[in-house]
C-alpha cells in the first residue's frame, strides 16, 4: 500500500442501513457488499449528518454540518455560498485524479471533481445528463428513462428501458471504463473515482429482470404502519401523504419492498464489476474503498415514505470501509459514526493539508483505532433535522436497534417533534399547518427588510436559515429571487390547468 492510494467512493441514494445481507437482512442478498465489508470494516452505527440528499452530501464532501454548509435541504442554492474545501478539491491538490460518474446532486460546479459524468433524476437536469445523451446516441427509446414520477411516484414499476442501458448499470459501465483508461494511461497518478446511483431511490422502476428478482410475497410488512397521523409529528404529515396510501395496501408495499430490494441487487451487481475490474488490473491492493448512501428510507414503516425525518430506517446509512493496510478483515464497529466522518479519515490518512482557516472539523478519522473506529470513544453522533428557524439537533445514540425508535433529541426539542395536541378540533387535521403558515408570513416579510423579529411559536412553513451556532438562531436575509423579483407576465405552461398542480410538481421535483 502506496502513502497515496487510490480512492474508491460507491454510494447509493437512500438505501437503508438493514439494506444488505452482511447486515443482517434475511431476504436480500448483497454478495459484492458483503465482499467489502468481508475484507474491511462495517459500521453497524452510521447515519447521514442530515437525512436530506443535497444536504447530506455537502455535509459528506465538505465534512462540515448544515449549519456551516448553509445546504439544509434540496434547496436549488445555499444562503450564503461558504468556499468550503471538498474531499475532492483536497485530493486535486494533492496531485490525485477526480472522476465522478452518476448522481452528485450539484451542478454548475464541479467542487474538485476534475471529470464528471452526470446522471441525475431532475428535469431540470436533462440538458446536460451524459445518460440520456448515452441512451440517445444507443438509439434507446424511453419516455420515462428513470422511472415515472408525480402521482405514480410510489407505485410498483418495471422499466422500459433494457438492463442493458439502464441508469444503474451505465454508472457501474463508465467506472469500469474509467478504471481501465485510468490504468492504461495515468498509472502513475492516484485517482479519486466516485461512483453514484440514483438507485434504488424511488420511483421504484427497476429494469427486466431485476423487477422480478424477489419475491412479493417473501417481503415483510413495514413497522409501525398503522401509525395514526395525529400521533405522528406535525411537519411529517405530508410523508404521510406522498406514500399514497400505500401503507395500508400490503400488495403494494410488498410490491414495492420487492422492487426496492431488486434496484440494490443491480446496483451490487454493478459493485461486483468494478471490483472484478479492481482485481484484474491489479489495482485492489493499492485502493480504498468506501461504500455508503446519503440517507436512508422509511419503506413504509411508521406509514411514512422517504427520508426527511428523524426515524432510524431514514437516518441510518450502511457505511462500509476497505482500507488495505488498516482496516481488519470482517471488523464491525459499533462506535457513532456519519458521514462527517469520512473526510477527516482522508485528512489524517493521507496527510492531506485541511486549511486551517476553515476547520475544526466536526467528525474525526473512523481509523483512529487498529482495524476501524473511532479514538475518542464518541457516545453519540449530533444530526441535523428540519428546517424551520428552530431546527433540532437529534443525537443518534450508541447501541439503538429497534426501527420503531426515534433518535435522541438535544434539548430544546424541535417543534416538529412535539406531540401534536388536537383536543380541540380533532377533525382539523391541517388546520394547524395553514394557521402556521399564515403566522409566518410577518416573518418572511420581515426577513427579507433584514428586521428582526421575535420567535414565533412554532417553526412550520418557515424558510429562515439556521444560526451558526448551535444553541442560538439567526435571521439571514434571503436573497432575492430573480424570476420572483421580475414582475414582467410570465409565459403560461399549456398542459397544467391549476397552480397547485404546479406547486406539486415544483415540489415533487425538490423532493428527490
Ligand atoms: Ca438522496
Request: glycine letters at 4%; hydrophobic letters at 45%.
Given at each position: 500500500m502506496s502513502d497515496r492510494p487510490n480512492i474508491l467512493v460507491l454510494m447509493t441514494d437512500q438505501?437503508?442501513?438493514?439494506?444488505m445481507s452482511c447486515a443482517g437482512n434475511p431476504i436480500l442478498r448483497t454478495p459484492a457488499m458483503d465482499a467489502i465489508a468481508a475484507s474491511g470494516v462495517r459500521f453497524t452505527n452510521a447515519c447521514a449528518s442530515t437525512p436530506v440528499c443535497v444536504a447530506s452530501r455537502m455535509s459528506f464532501i465538505t465534512g462540515h454540518r448544515a449549519a456551516r454548509t448553509h445546504?439544509?435541504?434540496?434547496?436549488?442554492r445555499p444562503g450564503p455560498v461558504p468556499e468550503l474545501p471538498t474531499m475532492m478539491s483536497l485530493l486535486l491538490r494533492a496531485g490525485y485524479w477526480t472522476h465522478g460518474v452518476g448522481k452528485m446532486h450539484f451542478r454548475g460546479r464541479s467542487y474538485g471533481l476534475r471529470n464528471l459524468l452526470t446522471m441525475e433524476?431532475?428535469?431540470?437536469?436533462r440538458v446536460d445528463d451524459d445518460y440520456l445523451r448515452s441512451l440517445r446516441d444507443a438509439g434507446v427509446q424511453a419516455r420515462f428513462p428513470k422511472g415515472m414520477r408525480d402521482?405514480?411516484?410510489?407505485q410498483p414499476q418495471t422499466s422500459g428501458v433494457p438492463v442493458q442501458h439502464s441508469a444503474s448499470n451505465w454508472v457501474a459501465d463508465r467506472s469500469v471504463d474509467f478504471l481501465r483508461e485510468h490504468a492504461r494511461y495515468r498509472s502513475d497518478q492516484p485517482f479519486f473515482l466516485w461512483s453514484s446511483w440514483i438507485a434504488p431511490h424511488p420511483p421504484f422502476a427497476p429494469s427486466e429482470p431485476y423487477d422480478t428478482l424477489y419475491d412479493p410475497a417473501a417481503m415483510p410488512l413495514p413497522e409501525y404502519a398503522d401509525r395514526p397521523v395525529h400521533d405522528l409529528p406535525a411537519a411529517l404529515w405530508p410523508h404521510r401523504a406522498r406514500l399514497d396510501g400505500a401503507h395500508r395496501d400490503p400488495d403494494r408495499m410488498r410490491r414495492i419492498r420487492a422492487l426496492y430490494y431488486g434496484l440494490i441487487g443491480q446496483v451490487d451487481d454493478g459493485i461486483a464489476r468494478i471490483m472484478a475490474t479492481l482485481r484484474e488490473l491489479g489495482l485492489d491492493e493499492d485502493t480504498v474503498v468506501l461504500f455508503t448512501a446519503d440517507h436512508g428510507e422509511m419503506l413504509g414503516d411508521h406509514g411514512l415514505s422517504q427520508k426527511n425525518c428523524p426515524y432510524e430506517p431514514s437516518v441510518r446509512v450502511p457505511l462500509l470501509l476497505r482500507w488495505p493496510g488498516r482496516t481488519h478483515a470482517g471488523a464491525t464497529c459499533d462506535d457513532p459514526v456519519g458521514l462527517t466522518d469520512v473526510l477527516p479519515t482522508l485528512v489524517d490518512e493521507l496527510a492531506l493539508e485541511y486549511p486551517a482557516d476553515q476547520g475544526p472539523l466536526p467528525g474525526e478519522s473512523l481509523l483512529g483505532k487498529t482495524g476501524g473506529g473511532l479514538a475518542s470513544g464518541r457516545g453519540d453522533y449530533v444530526i441535523d433535522y428540519g428546517q424551520g428557524p428552530r431546527r433540532g439537533a437529534g443525537r443518534l445514540v450508541n447501541g439503538l436497534g429497534s426501527g420503531r425508535a426515534p433518535l435522541d433529541r438535544r434539548?430544546?426539542?424541535?417543534?416538529?417533534?412535539?406531540p401534536v395536541r388536537l383536543r380541540r378540533r380533532p377533525r382539523g387535521a391541517v388546520r394547524p399547518a395553514i394557521r402556521s403558515a399564515r403566522a409566518h408570513q410577518p416573518r418572511r416579510r420581515a426577513a427579507r427588510s433584514g428586521r428582526r423579529v421575535p420567535r414565533t411559536r412554532t417553526g412550520m412553513g418557515a424558510h429562515f436559515r439556521p444560526g451558526a451556532s448551535a444553541g442560538g438562531v439567526r435571521l439571514i436575509r434571503r436573497p432575492p429571487v430573480p424570476h420572483l423579483a421580475d414582475s414582467r407576465p410570465r409565459p403560461v405552461r399549456r398542459g397544467i390547468t391549476r397552480r397547485g398542480d404546479q406547486r406539486g410538481a415544483v415540489a415533487e421535483a425538490r423532493s428527490c
Open positions: 438505501q437503508r442501513a438493514d439494506a445546504w439544509v435541504d434540496n434547496n436549488a433524476e431532475g428535469v431540470a437536469h402521482l405514480l411516484y410510489f434539548a430544546p426539542p424541535p417543534p416538529q417533534v412535539r
